[in-house]
Structures are given as C-alpha cells and as structure tokens.
C-alpha cells in the first residue's frame, strides 16, 4: 500500500492546515490510519490516528487543537490542524496498516514538512 501525503507549509503561530493522505488501496482494507510527526533528533511520535475499532486517538498535546477525519468516497484522511505552535513544527508522516491472515504489514507514506513560525 503507498500513502501519499500532502497539505504541508509554512504558516504562522495560530494559522491552520489540512493534510491529506491518499491511500492506493481502500480505506476498508486498512485497520488503523493516522498521522505520525517526526523532529530531527527526535524520535517519530502519533499525532492522531484512528484505532482498529475506528475510534480516533490524538495525543495529549494535539488534543483540541486537531482533527482526524476520513472520508471513504474519496478514500482520504485528513489531519485538520487549528491554532498551530512553532512546536508543532516536524514532518508529518501519514501511516496505516494492514491485516491478513495473522500477520500486520505496516505502511508509511513520504512525509509531508508543517513549519509554523512564531
């Protein structure tokens, strides 16, 4: 499976963003999809990711502030980024997985750059 992210840019302290991720296979064969965000030096971390019972789960430090939604007729995830810190700056990497017959194949797509300024 290839996740195409996209929506990255540079936006100032309290601007907003989208980012899209476009899977190649459907949204109804994946199990979990999300979004990851990674700083140099730094080790990846999930920002928002929808568990395999569909329930999404954000981390503490987004919560309030983005948004996880899907939409399966265009087969999209998007990443609704409001009120953006300089902190949130990082590459956003757009993540899913598969299972099948007992085993998990994990996917990343190619990483989108979020700069916010202050």
């Known amino acids: 499976v290839q996740l195409q992210a996209s929506g990255g840019g540079l936006v100032q302290a309290g601007e907003s963003l989208r980012l899209t991720c476009t899977p190649s296979a459907s949204l109804h064969s994946l199990n979990t999809m999300g979004w990851f965000r990674q700083v140099p030096g730094k080790e990846r971390e999930m920002v928002a990711i929808?568990?395999?019972?569909?329930?999404?789960n954000y981390a503490d430090s987004v919560k309030g502030r983005f948004t996880i939604s899907r939409d399966y007729d265009k087969n999209e995830v998007y990443l609704q980024m409001w009120n953006l810190r300089p902190e949130d700056t990082a590459v956003y990497y757009c993540?899913?997985?598969?299972?099948?017959?007992?085993?998990?194949?994990?996917?990343w797509g190619q990483g989108t750059l979020v700069t916010v300024s202050s």
């Open positions: 929808f568990t395999g019972s569909g329930s999404p």
């Open positions: 993540n899913a997985d598969q299972l099948y017959e007992g085993s998990r194949s994990d996917f």
